[in-house]
């Protein structure tokens, strides 16, 4: 951002509506912040949009918007940025929460106008959030709504489990009749979502390209592959293994300080549980049907591993083989069997 004049736009996002400040730096000299609440509608957008020409901000690379990732709530704001060519960074609520210091007060003005101070202050090192793509969106809400039935199916069946083993035999074919039609149903939602997830996949060619390179990583399932181009936006912006790791929560960090605090290695609580969840199941499945994992599993065992970290160890090599084929557009290849 090197013109005369720079926009610098904060965004507090709750569902009803979405508070905006605008700082311009005109000269090198900061003007005062404006603030103002809109709807969060596509009405209220409409309304932003003018509010921001009366402010003759420009829309492009002279301006950074920076919000928080609310899940739902953000989305029409981004679908505006990305339709307008705005840049935009939508980042990790905690990290800018905890870049203010010590705050005292809040209220979505103050936040807002925090963000605004924020977006100026990082603008060199914040990175643009591509923009919206709307398969991805759709695959993403696809994948939470079957893993929420999931949940559901197997609550279900874990109830009428338990009562057969406690419940007299009526008892238990009332039971059972009275879930039949629901599980029937949440079965046929399940394989509804599952035909959809497919056929978004395969009708996308970005998307089906990375897919095809990530199942070909040993346990690399279906599902965990859709997951990780979900949550990478498709591995936008050159993703790192490390970084990917991280996000999953499978990278250990050391935990030390002088002589005083000498703790172990360990994970960060701070992570997508969904991926990491998945990934364990990879390691599971990597770790009874792949020689090569099976025979790291019990060579660290008979080094005294506990079995969690070993675990822990073949979900980040997972991920990093992950990055690897996606950034490098090339199967993996079993160099382990390849050379035996």
């Known amino acids: 951002m090197a013109a005369n004049k720079q926009f610098f736009i904060g965004i507090d996002v709750s569902k009803p509506w979405f508070d905006a400040s605008v700082m311009v730096i005109e000269n090198h000299i900061k003007q005062p912040i404006i603030t103002r609440r809109f709807e969060n509608t596509k009405d209220g957008i409409k309304v932003f949009e003018k509010w921001l020409k009366t402010l003759k901000v420009t829309f492009d690379n002279n301006t950074l918007l920076v919000m928080e990732n609310t899940g739902y709530y953000h989305r029409l704001i981004w679908s505006f940025c990305s339709r307008t060519n705005l840049p935009i960074h939508i980042g990790n609520a905690a990290h800018i929460k905890w870049s203010f210091g010590i705050a005292r007060g809040k209220n979505d003005t103050i936040d807002s106008i925090r963000l605004c101070q924020y977006a100026c202050k990082e603008a060199d090192i914040l990175k643009a959030t591509p923009p919206l793509d709307s398969d991805l969106l759709l695959l993403k809400d696809l994948i939470t709504a079957r893993a929420k039935l999931v949940l559901q199916f197997n609550s279900i069946k874990a109830h009428i489990k338990e009562l057969k083993s406690v419940s007299d035999t009526a008892i238990k074919m009332l039971m059972e009749k009275a879930h039949k039609d629901a599980i029937a149903g949440i079965k046929k939602s399940i394989k509804i979502i599952e035909d959809q997830i497919h056929k978004i996949i395969a009708a996308n060619q970005d998307i089906y390209k990375n897919y095809r390179l990530l199942i070909t990583v040993p346990a690399i399932g279906h599902f965990t592959a859709a997951y990780m181009i979900c949550c990478t936006n498709n591995f936008a912006g050159k993703i790192t293994g490390k970084q990917l790791a991280c996000y999953a929560g499978v990278v250990p960090f050391e935990h030390s300080s002088g002589i005083s605090v000498k703790g172990k290695q360990r994970v960060h609580k701070m992570a997508n549980k969904d991926l990491k969840k998945m990934l364990h199941l990879c390691a599971m499945v990597a770790i009874q049907f792949y020689p090569e994992f099976t025979t790291y599993y019990k060579r660290k065992k008979a080094e005294g591993k506990h079995s969690i970290s070993i675990l822990n160890a073949i979900r ?25």
Do not use: E
Not at 322 to 328: E, G, I, K, L, T
Not at 330 to 340: H, T
């Open 316 to 340: 980040n090599k997972l991920v990093l083989r992950a990055v690897a084929v996606v950034n490098n557009q090339r199967p993996y290849v079993d160099n382990v069997n390849k050379a035996a």
